[in-house]
């Protein structure tokens, strides 16, 4: 079974960096396809970008200048960083497993429990 | 980019009714690569359906997809106190895996 679990500070100054990094256990993150999303209070599901082969990133086009996943194999986690935060970027953010092609690189079948990250100052 | 419009916003209905929920996409969905999640009240998304008819395991037969090219429908045919949630339309065909903004669904 596996398992995600996202961890973080809750609170960012706007203008900082917004830093989450997702343990993996019960699989290795060398294979599938690796995502962070983000859902504001009481809103919708924003996928942010993924990472797979340990290292190869893609981005959701209005974050791609913000945003920042990279991975650390010897701990099989990956993280999420995204500069320049406004209130705007006030959410959930989860961290999740996609398929393991491109094809299904963002259907989704495990998910973290999520971790609410406020921007205020 | 392919947007997709979920309907109705909410759906209230009693327990052992059908609940119909629709997705339109604004483009034809390839390989008919639409999934459907249940998001219970504080919860993460769960998968239910994938490749716009297939039950992710473990899901009961009471769910079903239907649909293809840009019109899609989930259909839960007896509803449970359970199902209260939103539930959430998801095209994961392209190279990003966009939402539809969701429908709500209450129990009376």
């Known amino acids: 079974q596996v398992q995600l679990q996202e961890s973080g500070p809750g609170l960012v100054k706007p203008s900082e960096t917004l830093s989450l990094a997702c343990a993996v256990s019960?699989?290795?993150?060398?294979?599938?396809?690796w995502s962070w999303f983000r859902q504001p209070p009481g809103k919708g599901l924003e996928w942010i970008g993924y990472i797979y082969n340990s290292g190869s990133t893609n981005y959701n086009p209005p974050l791609k200048s913000r945003a920042t996943i990279s991975a650390d194999t010897s701990r099989n986690q990956f993280s999420l960083n995204l500069n320049s935060v406004t209130a705007a970027d006030t959410a959930v953010y989860y961290c999740?497993?996609?398929?393991?092609?491109?094809?299904?690189?963002?259907?989704?079948?495990?998910w973290g429990q999520g971790a609410l990250v406020t921007v205020s100052s | 980019d392919i947007v997709l419009t979920q309907s109705p916003g909410t759906l209230s209905l009693s327990p052992g009714e059908r609940a119909t929920l629709s997705c339109r996409a604004s483009?034809?969905?390839?390989?008919?690569?639409l999934a459907w999640y249940r998001q219970k009240p504080g919860q993460a998304p769960w998968l239910l359906i994938y490749d716009a008819s297939t039950r992710a395991a473990g899901i009961p037969d009471r769910f079903s997809g239907s649909g293809s090219g840009t019109d899609f429908t989930l259909t839960i045919s007896r509803l449970e106190p359970e199902d209260l949630a939103v539930y959430y339309c998801?095209?994961?065909?392209?190279?990003?895996?966009?939402f539809g903004q969701g429908t709500k669904v209450e129990i009376k």
């Open positions: 483009q034809s969905i390839s390989s008919r690569s």
């Open positions: 998801q095209q994961y065909g392209s190279s990003q895996g966009t």
């Open positions: 019960g699989g290795s993150i060398s294979t599938y396809y």
């Open positions: 999740a497993r996609g398929g393991s092609w491109a094809g299904a690189a963002t259907l989704i079948d495990y």
